[in-house]
């Protein structure tokens, strides 16, 4: 037996749903970027601690270590809440890189509707 559909269902396939959703996959994916980056930081560690023992210079990997790191921070600070339009991990100066909800209205970063398919 088929179940009925609601005839006032809102659909989620307005064009704001579908930037509410874009927004929120991009504030996962900064956020995701600047974590792989964190996991990545006992290899840098390592090489250094090696190039180091061959007596190589390590000053340029250093400053593009450094320099994606600033970057991958600052996409992740610039991401707006796609509900209140703040900046999602901002508040006051600091970046809160632990939070899945947006640190002024609480919205949450995790998608409960289906991707829209292109
Ligand atoms: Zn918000």
């Not at 704001?16 to 996962?28: E, M, N, S």
Request: aromatic content about 10%; proline content about 7%; some cysteine.
């Amino acid at each position: 037996m088929p179940i009925p559909q609601q005839p006032n269902e809102k659909t989620l396939k307005t064009p704001d749903a579908v930037t509410f959703g874009k927004d929120l996959r991009g504030i996962v994916r900064a956020r995701t970027r600047l974590a792989v980056c964190f996991w990545t930081l006992p290899v840098y560690v390592v090489s250094i601690w090696m190039l180091l023992n061959n007596g190589h210079s390590i000053d340029s990997m250093m400053w593009i270590y450094m320099a994606v790191y600033a970057g991958f921070a600052i996409d992740m600070s610039m991401r707006n809440c796609p509900n209140c339009r703040k900046q999602f991990y901002v508040k006051s100066i600091f970046l809160n890189l632990l939070t899945k909800q947006c640190v002024h209205c609480e919205q949450t970063s995790i998608l409960t509707e289906s991707p829209p398919k292109h």
